[in-house]
């Protein structure tokens, strides 16, 4: 059973906004902080922001801070990324993770991928 499903990604020109969305199943959305890491061509996977359960409490990375904004809907078992002000260096494939608050340590499910391209 597929447990994360995301979609959203796509390209866009730098400075501009992209929404990713990752749709869970409740049990996976009741149990876990959920959050996403990327990954670029030729680096390692690297953590970009997390959620608590609760949705009271958020984690990000110091390159999208300030940039990037995480929210769930409990409603539609969803966290959403919300990535303004996009550079080229925010290229990469964006995953969708449940794990541990508050940087998704023992991820549980990693959702399929999507790719974000930032042009200049």
């Known amino acids: 059973q597929v447990q994360l499903v995301e979609s959203g990604g796509g390209l866009v020109q730098a400075g501009g906004s992209l929404r990713l969305s990752c749709a869970a199943s409740?049990?996976?959305?009741?149990?876990?902080?959920m959050g996403w890491f990327r990954q670029a061509p030729g680096k390692e996977r690297e953590f970009v922001a997390a959620i608590s359960r609760s949705g009271g409490t958020t984690r990000w990375s110091d390159s999208v801070q300030g940039r990037f904004t995480i929210s769930r809907d409990a409603a539609k078992n969803t966290v959403y990324l919300q990535m303004n002000s996009l550079k080229p260096d925010d290229t990469a494939v964006y995953y969708c993770?449940?794990?541990?608050?508050?940087?998704?340590?023992?991820?549980?499910?990693w959702g399929q991928g999507t790719q974000v391209t930032v042009s200049s």
């Open positions: 993770a449940a794990g541990d608050f508050p940087r998704l340590a023992n991820v549980a499910y």
């Open positions: 409740k049990y996976t959305f009741i149990t876990y902080a």
